[in-house]
């Protein structure tokens, strides 16, 4: 199976910070690149897909890049209600994997 | 609006079976892929099993020969029969819709259920 590593675990931002969060994979998984995010007891919610596609809905603030094994997601100027755990997500092949979750916290 | 719900988690004991199932409304289970993820307690998303609209399914290694994926169209619902579960198994399931992308393409969980918590326990 494709491993998916996130980094940072955790970080700590403020409101109207820039953030960067990045996911690396095991092997290249082409542009087939998800990010999610997932506020506390609630069900994900889908960003961004194939690396670079923002979902209907989903603010500018949000943005991914990346190809091969290297993404990132950038959100700018960090609102209230970004403070959450976000997840990368493999769709290269048919045995989908997740990253481990990276959680964005208030300083 | 397209919405899932999940049903049938609770706690069982270890080497017994469950099955989980989640009713979708707003769109038909048999047009659509649909996957089983889960989230353990205070851990990350773990994808499981994949129903794809031709019926062919897939499933990670962890359950793969224990857990069976199946749908009911006339129902629209998709179902999770979880045998054997082990303590390790015990996460909050969710049911997930595929959607596909032209631009740029690709695919992605576009719609997710709340999920029910299954506990595995003696």
């Known amino acids: 199976d494709i491993q998916m590593t996130q980094s940072p675990s955790s970080l700590s931002a403020s409101l109207g910070d820039t953030i960067t969060i990045t996911c690396r994979a095991s092997?290249?998984?082409?542009?087939?690149l998800n990010w999610y995010q997932q506020r506390p007891g609630e069900a994900p919610t889908l960003l961004i897909f194939s690396s670079s596609g923002l979902r209907d809905g989903v603010p500018s603030r949000f943005s991914g890049s990346g190809s091969g094994t290297d993404f990132t997601l950038t959100i700018s100027s960090l609102h209230p209600e970004d403070f959450a755990t976000y997840y990368c997500q493999q769709s290269y092949n048919t045995r989908w994997t997740f990253g481990q979750g990276t959680k964005v916290e208030i300083k | 609006e397209m919405q899932l719900v999940e049903s049938g988690g609770g706690l069982i004991q270890p080497g017994g079976s469950l099955r989980l199932s989640c009713a979708a409304s707003g769109f038909t289970v048999s047009s659509s892929y649909m996957s089983w993820v889960r989230q353990a307690p205070g851990k990350g998303l773990e994808w499981l099993s994949v129903?794809?609209?031709?019926?062919?399914?897939f499933y990670a290694d962890s359950v793969k020969g224990r857990f069976t994926i199946s749908r009911d169209t006339s129902n629209n619902k998709i179902y999770l029969q979880m045998n054997t579960l082990r303590a390790e198994d015990t996460a909050v399931y969710s049911c997930?819709?595929?959607?596909?992308?032209?631009?740029?393409?690709?695919?992605?969980?576009?719609?997710w259920g709340q999920g029910t918590l299954v506990t595995v326990s003696s």
């Open positions: 129903i794809y609209s031709d019926g062919t399914t």
């Open positions: 997930a819709r595929g959607e596909t992308f032209q631009y740029p393409p690709g695919e992605a969980f576009g719609i």
């Open positions: 092997q290249s998984i082409s542009g087939y």
